[in-house]
């Protein structure tokens, strides 16, 4: 791997795992052994990682969130999908973690994400839609924009929420917990016939929960 792939992958690890505002240019350099002035040459300071990682992120989940929009999946697939977008989320959960605080300090970074926020909602939106002509959602439209924001704020704010209340769990346990509140919001708008898919998302739940020996909540 070259030095600037490895400067920016071991700056991802750092940022994940420390907190990006806990995190210099000298820790990133004393983590992979090179001098500061290395590490330097490919980068003029962190605030220049910080735009490469975002454009890393930014190229990765734009595709992800236009697939549904450029072709439709099924309704099985909706489901294995939602993971797909935690999973790569969870990937780059540094600017999540800290987005009040990176979105004032980076204009750019600041216009690209509210593009991102859109793109989100559009493709929920989608999603939903979807969903609701397969006949599992019995939804109002003025209810499905609700439900639209709902679970474009659930995307977006849910790893903030676990910190804040000071849950720190494994990727897996965090995936699945994500993916699984999203369903939640869906459970009022299920038609009697769809019932039952609340109740076989919840067994899929619990029963990773199980193997990964974390209690679910009631």
């Known amino acids: 791997m070259k030095t600037r792939d490895r400067i920016l992958a071991t700056s ?15 820790d990133i350099s004393n983590e992979m052994n090179i001098s500061p002035g290395n590490l330097y040459y ?32 099924s309704v099985e697939d909706s489901w294995f999908y939602l ?5 790569e989320i969870y990937n780059f959960r540094f ?27 559009r493709t929920v939106e989608v999603l939903l839609v979807a969903v609701k002509e397969h006949g599992i959602l019995e939804i109002a439209p003025a209810e499905m924009q609700q439900l639209r924001d709902s679970i474009t704020l659930t995307l977006t704010y849910w790893l903030t929420y676990s910190d804040l209340k000071g849950q720190h769990y494994s990727p897996p346990v965090s995936i699945h917990k994500g993916v699984f509140q999203i369903v939640h919001l869906m459970v009022p708008y299920l038609t009697e016939e769809y019932a039952h898919v609340y109740r076989e998302c919840k067994a899929l739940y619990e029963q990773a929960m199980a193997e990964l020996d974390v209690t679910c909540p009631t």
């Open 42 to 73: 490919h980068f003029k300071g962190k605030e220049a990682i910080i735009e490469e990682l975002f454009a890393d992120f930014e190229r990765e989940i734009s595709s992800i969130l236009n697939a549904p929009l450029q072709k439709a999946l």
């Open 12 to 26: 991802l690890l750092l940022f994940n795992e420390e907190g990006e505002p806990n995190v210099t240019t000298v």
């Open 83 to 87: 993971y797909v977008v935690f999973e």
């Open 95 to 121: 600017f999540y973690q800290n987005l009040t605080n990176i979105l004032h300090r980076y204009d750019s970074i600041n216009r690209r994400f509210k593009r991102l926020m859109q793109l989100k909602s």
